[in-house]
């Protein structure tokens, strides 16, 4: 007879198990007892609730087994069979096929040496762990899908940067990465103390502007930009120090410092880069903010654009001066016309009045009536060329509603490149919206042109700090533009005659520039003066009337 049909039998005929059955019954947990070669004694009856089987029948058959997954069975029945013999303790996981027809995950545990059940056999307890498994399997389910999807992104990624790169190495328009993590933490700083204007703070603080400056560091350029700086290979662009790649850089790099104190996602421009063997490029650029505090700028070549615009200008003044030239043409035609009678007057009255005087007896009463009608003829030539004169310095003139700002923006414009290279800066500080005034857009530029020209001949000995600074004010009914310098100045027994026609203490000077400029301006109304400034160097401006047309 088998073991366990003995086992079952003496349980049934109140044997060694017939007392531990009466305990272990209630418990609502699967109870099992095991003996030394894992063959189950006892079940509970909890068994039979779970899984609708006979547990006598599961007991005396081993049958049990049938309701065991068939992946888990023979890990079960090893475990079975070393189980009191385990000194780590035994837990076994398997899946219980239950009454509903359904496997849940139970989890077999017993503790070494643990027994106390009777017949020599000892006792295992399995306990459901359905709801964990199922758990554990949606994590990892989750797990599976987080990692697909990062594993997705990770591609997707390294596709865009692959795009990218390849878009930043082949492209014809330059690109320059600069790192400004460093910066970026200064900056940062200074927003946390309370900074609210950067610009200002940095005005006052250039040793800062300089720190930062000196913290920013270029990663990468492609070949479009190595070649328009003329370098042979990119390490040579990429590995010198950021404040020697363009004129201007700290305004520059201040703009991109205020993208990371302000938040702004992109800054443009134009500015002077500095190439190879000191070659000016100059470009427009436009900056943008990349993740990890780094910045992706891309330059676009203009000289061509900016000398177009030069010779834009250029063409535009030559056609001004042809116009005057062609006027005085058409004047010194009628001129010749006009004088041509009266000066052949005067001649035949001087031979006349000559004769007169030569003769033995001179007829000196016929003599003065000569004289006074060449002075009568003399006058009448003055008020032809008087005439003329105001007819071409006025009559001719067109007139028009000029825009002082925008005539200011276009003459710096146009000087930018002989003053940088004269190593003069040229700050602009002209008030928005100024009203328009009445005159000749031409002659008011040639105005202006004359006196930034003066400012930068009074700073050609100066070696530092050569700044010229053009300001428009609106006074209400007037608008005055002035232009200071920080040159020679202006000795005070000068000053008196700086306007008049020739005065001039230059070499090769001629002296008329400001005596053009008085009198364009006094013809449209306006008025001229001129100052030393308090420390060095002259101001020069003038006040027009607001245009009321
Ligand atoms: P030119 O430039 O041919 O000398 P101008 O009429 O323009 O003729 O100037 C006359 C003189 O006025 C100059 O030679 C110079 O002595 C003086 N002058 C003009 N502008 C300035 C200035 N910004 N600073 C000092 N002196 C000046």
Known sequence: MREGLDASAASRAGGPFADARDIADPIPHLLLW??????????????????????????????????IHPDDLEGLLAALRGGRSNAGGLRFEFRLLHADGTYRWMLLSARAGEGGAPGGAWQAEATDIQARMSAEEDLLELQRTFEYRLARQTAELARTEARYSSLFSVSKIAFAEQEMADAAVIVHRLRSEGVTDLAAY??????????????????????????????????????????????????????QFEMIFYGLENVEGRVMLIGAAGRRVPVFYSVTRLADERQLSSLVDISSQERIEEMRLAAQEELARASRVATVGAFSASI?????????????DANTGLRLLKREAPDVAAAIRVLERMSTTTQRIATIV?????????????????????????????????????????????????????????????????????????????????????????????????????????????????????????????????????????????????????????IFSFRLPVSTS
């Not at 909890?46 to 899984?51: A, G, Q, V």
């Not at 003066?454 to 609106?474: F, H, P, Q, W, Y």
Request: some cysteine.
């Open 202 to 255: 940095m005005a006052q603080h250039p040793e800062v502007l300089q720190e930062c400056v000196a913290a920013v560091r270029t990663i990468s350029v492609n070949e479009a930009c190595m070649r328009m700086l003329g370098f042979d290979d990119v390490d040579g662009a990429v590995d010198r120090p950021v404040d020697s790649t363009a004129e201007d850089i700290e305004a520059v790099l201040l703009r």
């Open 336 to 348: 010749a016309h006009e004088l041509n009678q009266p000066v052949a007057s005067v001649s035949i």
């Open 34 to 67: 095991v003996d030394d070669e894992g063959r189950i004694r006892f079940l509970n009856r909890h068994y039979t609730d779970l899984t609708g089987h006979d547990r006598e029948d599961a007991v005396v058959h081993q049958s049990w087994r049938d309701r």
């Open 386 to 538: 008087k005439h003329t004169h105001d007819q071409i310095t006025s009559g001719q003139q067109e007139m028009e509603r000029v825009d002082l700002a925008e005539l200011v923006q276009r003459t710096c414009e146009l000087l930018a490149r002989d003053l940088r290279s004269a190593g003069i800066s040229l700050r602009q500080d002209c008030e928005g919206d100024v009203p328009e005034v009445m005159g000749s857009y031409v002659d008011l530029q040639q105005v202006v042109i004359n006196l930034i020209n003066n400012a930068r001949d009074s700073m050609a000995e100066t070696s530092v700090g050569k700044e010229i600074a053009i300001s428009l004010r609106n006074l209400g009914s007037e608008i005055e533009l002035a232009v200071s310098d920080l040159g020679t100045g202006i000795r005070d027994s000068d000053l008196d005659r700086l306007f008049e026609p020739f005065f001039t203490t230059k070499e090769g000077g001629i002296g008329l520039g400001l005596q053009i400029c008085l009198s364009t301006i006094q013809r449209l109304g306006g008025r001229m003066s001129v100052a030393n400034r308090l420390d060095r160097g002259a």
